[in-house]
């Protein structure tokens, strides 16, 4: 079958197939692996410091000359102000990790930290990034002036068809239609309540609304979610929990078993763990957190917050204190390298893409 469309034109790959980009989790391996099986790799970098930026995407390099992006988190840091609502929930925490033989360093106020995607453009820019993804928001007019000079394409990431529409206004190459089934933050930027549409309903109304390249996101995890989302008006793909399992993921042995065991049911959206609304598997941490009723500190200071106990439960492989982000349909990942559960998702798509009208008898 001719995998040829205009987004793999655009962005110069074989096949509409995009490896998400899954901050924590996705290695420069992951990123290789998908790229030089024709499909499109992505680097995360939100919030990293510039130098660490410019090491991913060398790491990157060393293992593909195929085109890759690199991910940024485009969002006004906001000021880090509430110190006592920091320390609220930092004793809360505390008592928490005691009640479960932790030991976790406290963080201090001060030392928290992140990096803003402006101050991480120079070293895509150095680095000749030529394919930019993008996340909770739009990046500044003068920043996409740089990047569009450098002749960089933007994709960015929308959870209603009133944020595709600002993307598309705002020069963007393509856009990810993000579905609530999705792992990881919601993409989500304009003010109001959180957009929950589901990557059905997303898809096509979004296809019909701009005219630009849509990326489908959220819940594909074989080829009958892939195909669907081609049917659905997508131009693209772009699979994220169906790759936890794999070799090339930095999650742990314990917590790719619970991924492994998670079912439908068994993931929620939260901002105990960062902030920020994001879908994860439930765990004590999660649980823990939203119980206490506490009222949240702002993305990054609860991120910043929870990054000690992750950092020592992730030595300890303890998945009750790991933050495990994982999408509806998580429990399909299968426990193969990246690029052939991605072949394979391809293959199966291809499959019912091509077998002509009939209806459908089901699994
Ligand atoms: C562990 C994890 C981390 C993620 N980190 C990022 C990120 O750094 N940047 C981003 O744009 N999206 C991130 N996402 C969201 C993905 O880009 C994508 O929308 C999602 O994985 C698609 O849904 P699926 O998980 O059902 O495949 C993350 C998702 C997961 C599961």
């Not at 933050?323 to 072949?343: F, N, S």
Request: with cysteine.
């Amino acid at each position: 079958m001719e995998w040829k469309n205009r987004l793999t034109s655009l962005l110069g790959i074989e096949y509409p197939f995009i490896q998400a980009p899954m901050l924590g989790i996705t290695t420069p391996a992951m990123v290789a692996a998908m790229s030089n099986s024709g499909g499109l790799g992505s680097l995360p970098v939100g919030g990293l410091p510039p130098e660490r930026v410019a090491a991913l995407i060398a790491e990157v390099k060393a293992l593909t000359s195929r085109p890759f992006a690199v991910n940024l988190f485009t969002y006004d840091i906001p000021a880090v102000d509430q110190p006592e609502q920091f320390e609220q929930m930092q004793q809360f925490l505390q008592q928490l990790y005691k009640a479960n033989g932790l030991a976790v360093p406290a963080v201090a106020f001060d030392a928290v930290k992140t990096y803003s995607y402006r101050e991480q453009l120079p070293a895509l820019l150095a680095a000749n990034v030529s394919l930019v993804s993008f996340t909770f928001g739009i990046p500044d007019e003068s920043s996409i002036a740089l990047l569009k000079e450098k002749g960089c394409l933007l994709l960015g990431t929308a959870t209603s068809v009133e944020e595709a529409v600002a993307l598309e206004k705002a020069g963007c190459d393509a856009v990810v239609a993000q579905g609530i089934e999705a792992g990881g933050h919601r993409g989500s930027f304009l003010p109001g309540p959180l957009p929950q549409v589901g990557t059905v309903a997303l898809v096509p109304q979004i296809a019909d609304r701009i005219t630009l390249p849509v990326i489908a996101a959220g819940g594909i995890a074989d080829g009958r979610s892939a195909a669907a989302a081609f049917c659905l008006g997508a131009s693209g793909v772009q699979c994220g929990s169906v790759l936890l399992r794999s070799p090339e993921s930095a999650a742990t042995p314990h917590h790719k078993d619970k991924v492994a065991a998670v079912t439908d049911t068994g993931t929620r959206i939260t901002r105990a763990f960062s902030g920020r609304w994001a879908r994860g598997i439930e765990n004590a941490l999660m649980d823990g957190i939203d119980a206490s009723g506490l009222p949240l500190n702002v993305y990054p200071v609860q991120d910043a917050l929870t990054q000690a106990v992750r950092k020592v439960a992730k030595e300890l492989d303890d998945p009750a204190f790991i933050v495990m982000y994982a999408g509806q349909a998580a429990q399909m990942a299968k426990a193969l390298p990246a690029a052939e559960i991605m072949e394979a998702l391809r293959m199966a798509a291809e499959k019912i893409l091509t077998r002509g009208p009939q209806i459908p008898q089901g699994a």
